[in-house]
């Protein structure tokens, strides 16, 4: 299983995301990084651990007020090593095409910036690409295709419940199962990512029983309830 650091772009800085409430976020304040500059954070994260890939949110090209495309090309002279995922609030199949072949990284389509059934079939037949299924703490977001019909999902799917972002109450084993039981029909069933509410090594082993691929964390990163012995196990 592996450990996936996530940062949160807001104004040009890293913010502290808390259970998906957008408009509260601030930036962040974290012992691995003197400023909350996206490449002095990014730098603070892999001095803890050889993260490997680098999960980044584009909150305002998500909420269509601008976009951090600058800061994601500096990430990705900076730190060639990583392989970035982006969620940029794409829902296009030429939007995924077009960041591959500009090498920024691979597009993350959350399930909450689709419109409907036909944007979710056309924007994952396109490669490569990252699903997130989004939830929050009214239910699932985006169009129930997208959930239910685990026939489009690409190769690799996030179950992401937003409530649980920086809540510090524990993983979803629920609807993580509930995804997994739906991949289980496939013959080649998709890698599962967990995201959202990990404390701590506890939940990493529990989320590595339940048989997932890999977990998306940050605040455990930042407050030292995952330290460094342990982010570099799961790295």
């Known amino acids: 299983m592996q450990l996936i650091p996530v940062i949160d772009l807001k104004g040009g800085c890293v913010v502290h995301a808390r259970r998906g409430a957008r408009e509260a976020y601030r930036p962040i304040e974290t012992p691995l990084a003197g400023s909350s500059a996206p490449l002095d954070v990014v730098a603070g994260l892999l001095a803890l651990a050889p993260f490997r890939t680098l999960y980044v949110a584009d909150l305002d090209a998500i909420t269509g007020v601008g976009d951090h495309a600058m800061q994601v090309d500096a990430l990705r ?31 993350v389509i959350g399930s909450e910036s689709l419109p409907d059934g036909a944007a979710v079939r ?3 037949a396109a490669r490569p690409v990252v ?15 997208v959930h239910e019909v685990a026939g489009l999902w690409p190769e690799r799917v996030i179950v992401m419940t937003l409530a649980r972002v920086g809540s510090g109450e524990g993983p979803d084993l629920a609807t993580f199962r509930a995804v997994a039981e739906r991949a289980r029909c496939l013959v080649t069933p998709p890698a599962l990512f967990a995201a959202g509410g990990v404390r701590g090594a506890q939940d990493l082993a529990a989320l590595a029983q339940e048989g997932a691929a890999g977990v998306l964390v940050a605040s455990a990163l930042h407050d030292g309830r995952l330290d460094a012995v342990t982010a570099r196990q799961w790295a």
């Open 122 to 124: 056309a924007a994952l």
């Open 131 to 145: 699903l997130s299924l989004d939830s929050d703490a009214a239910g699932r977001r985006g169009p129930r295709t």
């Open 77 to 107: 002279r900076a730190f060639p090593q990583l392989e970035l995922w982006v969620d940029a609030g794409e829902s296009g199949a030429e939007q995924v095409r077009q960041r591959a072949r500009d090498g920024r990284g691979i597009s």
